[in-house]
């Protein structure tokens, strides 16, 4: 008998979110013998109980799902909605009225850690109740701090973004070689320092910049940091450095909160923002050379001019593998990836227990980071460059970009 589909998308978006979606999308589309109407929701989660999806196979007619391939942020919209931890709240009930009145069989949520807490819920949820709903997690991150898996989608491009725009950084810091100078780039990662060691790859030769990396994973001291960078202008006339935009105490400060405040989103985290000008100010004041700050923002994770082709050949099938998946029976799941021996980069596609991933956070490995926590290691890498390969046309017309746009 067939069943409904529908999927979702939360959290914050990716270069190749879409390219997740649309791996359910076609899949699900192309399996007439087990799925029926494929819906969407919009704004999520959230969006669902508000009633507000859409019906997904119009968007194959049209052409529209081809373009939705390339195209950055998320399509059917994000939330980010927390479902309460007490699973006898009225709010589950409502949901599952909800997916009972559109003939929901099968349910994929395309997101990262609090999007896969989500999944565990509602599985949990369907499996108290008796509900042959089945519930599969399609990961996404930039921050690629989802554990069970090697990696996630997102982390590629937003990599590539990354390691290219700190090159042309560092090309354009290196034009007057008469004055010292330190230009330092923040870069997204909380306390998983992962999409930061990136910029290692900008790096032409040993001893290119950017010549200092700091990640959270490791104590920032902001004393060491001066010393780091005056020793670095010993070296070479103009210093690039790369933090996360999380580097912290090792005590719970943020190095942000040293210069303000910060507040807090929906499920609690601190919005981190100002590390880089915090420095800034530090080098300036003790330094006194010529100091600037490059928050890079949210042009890491929407960058469609820097889609890897294997980061979004990995989403798509990301996608259609929670598909076949959830058909064949299985619920409760994340789509993890395993990376396969041998010196040709190859992965598999497995699942994961849901549960055991959602409220866990994977970091870079103390082995990747140097003994004094200014750079990255060799393996990593060679970990992450296999990630970042690959050229992506994407469409345009009158010399932009052609995106897909929810009407």
């Not at 939705?68 to 939330?79: A, V």
């Amino acid at each position: 008998m067939k069943k409904n589909v529908i999927v979702g998308q939360s959290g914050g978006p990716t270069a190749v979110i879409n390219a997740s979606l649309y791996g359910v999308v076609y899949e699900a589309l192309n399996r007439e013998d087990a799925c029926g109407t494929v819906y969407g929701m919009i704004n999520g989660i959230e969006g669902f109980l508000n009633g507000k999806v859409m019906d997904m196979e119009p968007l194959e007619r049209s052409g529209e799902l081809e373009l939705i391939r390339t195209t950055p942020g998320s399509y059917l919209g994000s939330c980010r909605y927390k479902l309460p931890e007490d699973l006898e709240d009225e709010v589950y009930p409502k949901l599952f009225e909800k997916f009972a009145e559109y003939g929901i069989g099968y349910f994929f949520y395309i997101g990262g850690n609090d999007s896969m807490d989500t999944v565990s819920k509602l599985s949990r949820y369907a499996e108290k109740t008796g509900s042959d709903i089945r519930f599969i997690g399609i990961p996404k991150t930039i921050d690629n701090d989802l554990v069970r898996t090697d990696h996630t989608p997102g982390y590629g491009s937003a990599a590539r973004y990354v390691a290219s725009t700190v090159r042309e950084i560092s090309l354009d810091a290196s034009v007057y070689d008469n004055k010292q100078s330190v230009t330092i780039v923040e870069i997204m990662g909380r306390h998983a320092g992962w999409l930061t060691a990136a910029s290692a790859l900008a790096r032409k030769f040993d001893g290119d910049n950017p010549l200092l990396i700091y990640l959270p994973e490791t104590a920032f001291d902001t004393e060491k940091f001066l010393s780091d960078v005056r020793a670095a202008l010993e070296k070479v006339s103009n210093v690039v450095v790369c933090i996360s935009e999380g580097i912290n105490d090792g005590r719970g400060t943020f190095i942000c909160e040293l210069a303000s405040s910060v507040g807090v989103d929906t499920f609690g985290h601190k919005m981190l923002t100002g590390s880089g000008k915090y420095l800034e100010n530090l080098v300036k004041e003790k330094i006194g050379v010529k100091v600037r700050s490059v928050e890079l923002n949210v042009s890491q994770r929407c960058s469609s001019a820097m889609l890897s082709a294997t980061d979004q050949k990995e989403a798509i099938a990301s996608g259609a593998y929670g598909v076949k998946r959830a058909i064949e029976g299985e619920t409760g799941k994340m789509i993890a990836f395993r990376r396969l021996p041998g010196d040709e980069y190859r992965t598999n596609y497995v699942t994961e227990d849901v549960n055991a991933i959602c409220n866990q956070e994977k970091t870079v490995p103390a082995e990747w980071i140097t003994c004094d926590g200014s750079d990255v290691s060799r393996e990593f890498v060679e970990y992450a460059r296999p990630l970042i390969q690959g050229e992506v046309k994407v469409p345009t017309e009158d010399g932009l970009p052609l995106f897909a746009y929810r009407r």
